[in-house]
């Protein structure tokens, strides 16, 4: 018997310490006569925390005790496709058929529409530990986000006709945005959506690399502007799989073959609109990506917590020169960088997502009482700024801390590491999609420069410091004393991007910029944690954490300032390469 | 005239058990006087008892106008597994809880359970778990049967088929010898094995939905009682409250209930400890593997 949420410290500390007043109050309309008085709905803020404590455990027991041992055979067997049609792999199956039965496929849906109304930062918890038992299953789990969508933006009649679906497991999602020719580049989609004489809408194209393309629910992006080239021409459309609609093949990948990544062509079919024309792109697909990203990072993390754990029980048992290697100075560091970048990804985690929360609360809070939106309507500028911002630092920061996390715990392992006998090859193969899907690292790194070198992350950092006395926790103050250092660094290494004014120079150093702003934010949360609980332990990781952070602040720092005197940046790299 | 025409509703009773987790032993589970010390154990869901009310589920998977009652016999607090029969999908549920219950060996708890089960009415079926881990005497379900006078089957580890019209069911018996196939009329009893099914996990929904549920005794008043956690007003088909029943409620006789009526009288307990030795790591190597034989072999557990 194990279960995922009981035998996790780390997240139970997070749940126990962290603030989630304010998501609970929006998520529960403040407790309002009406709310309170569904089916299910909690009493009161205590309450709703014990209603999020109680669902995690029985997420916990079915990721522990059914989804982890059947992950070795779904990655064995895999998706498969014959005959035009997909096949899920038995433990895949059957994992579908758990977490229906528990009723957890309508996480963070509405009770009106059969969900269970939890808020997106347990819903991260869930998928962490989900993806810890087996990477590929929280492709199927954490697609979530589809109803997601579809209730943010579709008509009250579309909420009626899909949502309790969903919620019920009756149906899943997909949905169809990449293309052969547009990938990172979404603008450029081909797929056509046409009206004919009844006012109907027909979708024609092919759509790639689609997680779960069987899905009885899809939503694809076409475009519906005739002439348009750009994302301006763009909506995003619901369609409910016919005929009219072939998967083509699904793709043989390095990892998380238990999530079958579908091509589907479409002919002359039927779709309907999703809100408004155009904003499919801009506004929509946005969001879905957002909310998408931030599941990819709670998977990561999810995939790196097993990694760890594999890592740290060999390192404990291997004897070599007559100790156990967990003992020997190279693989303790190891292991010690591992367990730290590990809670640093999961403080950022939880911290964006309950920025998420509260954004997503706001708007909600807006829509449904308009009277109300001269009070929020700066909060929810404030937050939909920080989650602009977070969102994408974290999936850098997280996706690539997993990476690292794998590497250095398939390397623990050594020679064994490497065959099938061990469970590490796998996490290694399945978390190197992380940092690539919904938007590479690359791109991430695109999408967070902007609020950096804006001023949106001085002003959450600004925030934290007004909200925290860093002095009342005596083992924090030298490290808080260093990690306040780093913003310093930061600050100078905007200030010469700044300086350059040149486009290149910028995005030469927006990664380095970007990793600089997560070591630091990281570094914060890390502080806060361990002041809010007042928990050494804590204080420790975070001390450990910005040990190694400043010197690649420092190092980061450095490049950049090399380079700020070079008239011609890019002609060693011209060089080398010809 | 046909059955389904004077009872349209299949109905079915599961009967578990709050039990010590005799899996999970923490501190001192045993009292120096060799009697379990309760208290200290933590109390789980009879794990066989899950697997008759997860045959229970299945069949109302199939039959969706079933309806499924569980009743448990206990303290106050065995109203946990009443709780987690609601989250997996029990309609309604039932607590057989007076004093004069307590202390009750199998001949009086079937008693109690047949009276309770006579309260309910007419029902087709009742599965019971073929064993509590506490007792280990797997006697309850064979004697409840006897005392309804009724069919039982024993051991069930698989519901072949359920012909709701004929009201038959046929199911699969693991005997010393093998398997039977057994076909048998309502009502009937049936005692379920742990290789019948996996149970089902909590719904998540059910679970906020009742997890705050209270009892409500039907012999005492509670008009003026300060124990009104059962007045949640929730739409059928949900319930609102445990039914808590004791000894007057099912009609039982004093004398027969409880310690009265438990002839079994425990003449010694005897206190076996195991002591497990530190667990070893052999490497997967032919190193390890011959080491460890070679041990093996010098502790004269392999012939040399």
Same mark, same amino acid.
């Given at each position: ?76 067997? #895999? ?103 547009? #990938? ?42 005739? #002439? ?351 | ?304």
């Amino acid at each position: 018997m194990s279960n995922f949420f009981l035998d996790n410290e780390d997240i139970k500390f997070h749940l126990k310490n962290m603030d989630l007043a304010r998501v609970i109050n929006l998520k529960e309309n403040y407790f309002s006569p009406e709310t309170k008085a569904q089916v299910g709905a909690p009493r009161d803020q205590e309450d709703a925390a014990d209603n999020y404590h109680r669902v995690l455990e029985i997420v916990g027991a079915i990721a522990g005790d059914f989804i982890a041992p059947r992950a070795t055979d779904v990655d064995r067997e #895999g998706a498969t496709f014959s005959d035009g049609k997909v096949n899920y792999a038995r433990g895949t199956k059957e994992s579908l058929k758990r977490l229906k039965d528990a009723e957890l496929m309508g996480f963070t849906l509405p009770r009106e529409f059969g969900g269970l109304n939890l808020p997106k930062t347990i819903y991260s918890i869930a998928i962490e530990m989900i993806s810890r038992a087996d990477a590929s299953l929280m492709n199927l789990f954490g697609l979530q986000e589809i109803a997601d969508t579809i209730y943010k933006f579709g008509s009250e009649e579309q909420r009626k006709r899909y949502l309790s679906r969903f919620a019920s497991g009756e149906v899943t999602g997909a949905m169809a945005l990449t293309e052969p020719d547009a #990938g990172s580049d979404l603008q450029s989609v081909m797929l056509r959506a046409q009206q004919n004489s009844q006012g109907e809408w027909r979708l024609n194209g092919v759509k790639r690399f689609i997680t779960n393309g069987l899905a009885d629910i899809q939503l694809v992006m076409a475009r519906s502007e005739d #002439g348009s080239t750009d994302g301006r021409g763009i909506s995003l459309f619901i369609y409910e799989r016919d005929h009219s609609m072939k998967i083509r093949r699904i793709e043989h990948k390095l990892g998380i073959h238990g999530s079958p990544t579908c091509e589907l062509q479409f002919d002359d079919a039927k779709a309907e609109l999703l809100g408004k024309r155009r904003m499919g792109l801009i506004r929509y697909t946005m969001s879905l990506m957002n909310g998408a990203r931030l599941g990819v990072s709670a998977q990561a993390i999810g995939i790196a917590e097993a990694a760890y754990r594999e890592a740290k029980l060999y390192a404990g048992q291997r004897v070599q020169f007559k100790k156990v290697i967990a003992e020997l100075p190279p693989v303790n560091e190891m292991l010690t960088d591992m367990k730290t970048t590990l809670e640093a990804s999961r403080s950022l985690l939880y911290e964006t997502s309950r920025i998420v929360d509260i954004k997503e609360g706001l708007e909600e809070r807006i829509e449904k009482h308009p009277e109300s939106k001269d009070d929020l309507s700066n909060d929810l500028q404030r937050y939909s700024r920080f989650a602009a911002l977070f969102t994408p630092m974290l999936k850098c920061f997280a996706t690539e801390s997993a990476n690292k996390i794998c590497y250095d715990a398939l390397q623990v392992h050594a020679g064994v590491g490497y065959t099938t006998d061990f469970n590490i090859e796998r996490l290694y193969r399945d978390v190197r999609i992380t940092n690539i899907y919904e938007g590479t690292t690359q791109l991430q790194v695109v999408a967070a420069i902007g609020g950096i070198m804006t001023g949106v992350l001085q002003e959450r950092l600004n925030e934290y410091e007004n909200l925290h006395d860093f002095t009342a926790f005596a083992p924090i103050v030298p490290v808080f004393e260093m990690v306040h250092a780093f913003r310093t660094s930061l600050e100078s290494g905007i200030t010469m991007v700044k300086q350059k004014a040149d486009n290149k120079f910028q995005d030469y150093h927006a990664r380095r910029i970007t990793e600089m702003a997560a070591d630091t934010t990281v570094s914060y949360l890390l502080c806060i944690d361990a002041l809010r609980a007042k928990c050494e332990r804590k204080a420790s990781v975070a001390a450990y954490f910005a040990e190694k952070a400043h010197s690649r602040i420092l190092g980061n720092l450095n490049t950049i300032t090399t380079s700020f005197e070079e008239k011609n940046l890019f002609e060693k790299h011209i060089k080398i390469l010809e | 005239m046909t059955r389904k025409k004077v009872r349209p509703t299949m109905k079915i009773i599961v009967t578990t058990k709050q039990v010590p987790d005799t899996h999970n032993i923490v501190g001192d589970a045993m009292r120096p006087d060799g009697t379990v010390n309760r208290s200290v154990l933590p109390t789980i869901f009879n794990p066989e008892d899950l697997n008759a009310l997860e045959e229970a589920l299945k069949l109302k998977e199939k039959i969706p106008s079933a309806h499924i009652t569980a009743i448990t016999m206990g303290p106050p607090k065995a109203m946990d597994v009443l709780r987690e029969s609601l989250y997996r999908g029990a309609d309604d549920v039932v607590l057989l809880s007076d004093g004069r219950f307590a202390g009750a060996d199998t001949l009086a708890t079937s008693y109690a359970l047949k009276c309770a089960v006579q309260k309910l009415g007419v029902f087709d079926l009742i599965f019971c778990g073929r064993q509590a881990i506490d007792g280990d005497t797997a006697q309850v379900g064979p004697q409840l049967a006897e005392k309804l006078g009724i069919n039982q089957i024993t051991n069930v580890c698989e519901v072949v088929t359920v012909d709701e019209e004929g009201c038959t069911i046929t199911v699969k018996r693991s005997t010393e010898y093998g398997e039977e196939i057994v076909k048998s009329k309502f009502p009937v009893l049936i005692t379920v094995t742990s290789s019948a099914n996996d149970p089902r996990p909590a719904s998540a929904k059910r679970m906020m939905i009742y997890k705050s549920i209270g009892k409500k005794s039907d012999a005492v008043s509670y008009t003026d009682s300060a124990e009104l956690a059962w007045t949640r007003d929730l739409p059928a088909p949900y319930i609102n409250y445990i039914k808590e029943w004791n000894l007057e409620s099912v009609d039982a006789d004093p004398a027969i209930c409880g310690l009265n009526g438990s002839p079994t009288k425990v003449k010694k307990i005897q206190n076996v400890v195991l002591v497990a030795n530190e667990a070893k790591m052999v490497s997967g190597d032919d190193e390890g593997i011959s080491a460890l034989i070679k041990e093996l072999v010098s502790e004269h557990i392999l012939a040399g």
